[in-house]
Nanobody
Framework: DVQLVESGGGLVQAGGSLRLSCATS????????IGWFRQAPGKEREGVAC????????YYGDSVKGRFTISSDKSKKTVYLQMNNLKPEDTAVYYC??????????????????WGQGTQVTVSS
């Protein structure tokens, strides 16, 4: 079975940092991009970052560019999201997902519908 397990969320003050992890299993890790998405109460889900499996390069939504960094450890089949200079508007439940596509300014999920359970990130002002 495909599994994605997020961890690392929590409460942090504005300007602080958190590192999220997404441990994966049950599929061929090298065959798929992996994405991070977030959803705040009352808002639509937003693409945060996507790491290309072929390029091992991250792509980001405009709202996090320059502050967040996505990376992967293929030996551990784990994807990370380093979040720096956090802002109250970054408060949301963060999810990782199998597959994503991207442009220079945004990230989207695909029809490959495998998601983690989410981890809460709360940034206080």
């Amino acid at each position: 079975d495909v599994q994605l397990v997020e961890s690392g969320g929590g409460l942090v003050q504005a300007g602080g940092s958190l590192r999220l992890s997404c441990a994966t299993s049950g599929f061929t890790f090298d065959d798929y991009n992996i994405g991070w998405f977030r959803q705040a109460p009352g808002k639509e889900r937003e693409g945060v970052a996507c790491i290309s499996s072929s390029e091992n390069r991250g792509y980001y939504g405009d709202s996090v560019k320059g502050r967040f960094t996505i990376s992967s450890d293929k030996s551990k089949k784990t994807v990370y999201l380093q979040m720096n200079n956090l802002k109250p508007e970054d408060t949301a439940v963060y999810y990782c997902a199998v597959d994503c596509y991207y442009s220079d300014y945004d990230v989207h999920s695909t029809t490959v519908d495998y998601w983690g359970q989410g981890t809460q990130v709360t940034v206080s002002s």
